[in-house]
């Protein structure tokens, strides 16, 4: 099998782009993530609370993102000057996290309606520990629900599809790498991966929420519940979650590339 696509999200719950390649850090994507959206008591806002984020774009630029918003209007976010750590948290983790200045706040708090500021996290020291059932005492993950990767298989997308009156594209589920040339559902039995000279551990199976059915163009959730309803009814662990895509965790650092080789490891 393959990598058949590499997608970043520079600002967690924000609209994903497809790259070319990527360059693999202990704690994620190099630029995935690193970027989040808090409201004023520094608590992490996705899609779960606010679908309009994902018709929010951000562009990638040497010294930071541009960020444009469905209303046409746009803001410039710069890598922020060491300065004074605010508090975060994303689900029960709590991290310090480098503030975005007064535009870009004042920009993101007129497009979504409320009092938000956008945070930035600016080293691996300031990174999360994963879920420790699942990893090592020194892994860590950025801004990222719980691992620094998520693999999808295009295969199993497939089947999925086959099931839904209307069928969906890979971005609701908000993969990192999506990979061809597999088995439907082969992920499921895979423990380790190496591809781009560096091996990742597979972590976990990815429990799915109500964010895969949203638009991610529209920005709004479908009436029929899809792909989640059809998805429930073939795919649920033993505690009752429903699961697509697989967590990866890796070891080392390097660069992947869409089309490289993906190889089960032990």
Not at 5 to 32: F, H, M, N, Q, T
Not at 227 to 248: C, D, H, K, M, S
């Amino acid at each position: 099998m393959k990598i058949r696509e590499i997608w970043l999200y520079p600002v967690k719950g924000l609209r994903g782009r497809s790259v070319p390649d990527a360059r693999v850090e202990p704690w994620g994507l190099a630029a995935d993530r690193r970027w989040m959206v808090v409201d004023a008591s520094g608590r992490f806002v996705t899609q779960r609370k606010l679908a309009i984020l994902s018709t929010i774009g951000a562009c990638l630029s040497p010294d930071g993102l541009l960020l444009s918003g469905p209303d046409g209007s746009s803001v410039k976010l710069r890598v922020p000057e060491p300065a004074e750590r605010s508090k975060v948290s994303v689900w029960d983790d709590h991290t310090a996290a480098v503030l975005a200045n007064h535009d870009a706040n004042t920009w993101i708090s007129r497009l979504l309606d409320g009092d938000y500021r956008l945070v930035y996290m600016e080293s691996p020291g300031t990174a999360r520990p994963v879920d420790p059932r699942f990893g090592i005492a020194t892994d860590r993950v950025s801004f990222a629900d719980e691992f620094p990767l998520l693999l999808v298989n295009k295969a199993s997308l497939d089947d999925l599809n086959a099931r839904l009156e209307h069928p969906v594209d890979v971005r609701r589920f908000r993969a990192n790498v999506v990979v061809e040339d597999a088995v439907a559902w082969a992920e499921d039995g895979w423990r380790a991966l190496e591809f781009g000279g560096v091996r990742f551990r597979v972590a976990k199976p990815c429990s799915r929420c109500a964010v895969i059915t949203i638009d991610q163009e529209q920005g709004r959730r479908s009436r029929d519940n899809e792909p989640l309803r059809t998805l429930a009814t073939f795919r649920r662990n033993a505690r009752g979650e429903v699961i697509f895509g697989q967590y990866l965790i890796p070891d080392g650092s390097g660069r992947i590339r869409t089309g490289d080789a993906v190889r089960c490891v032990r």
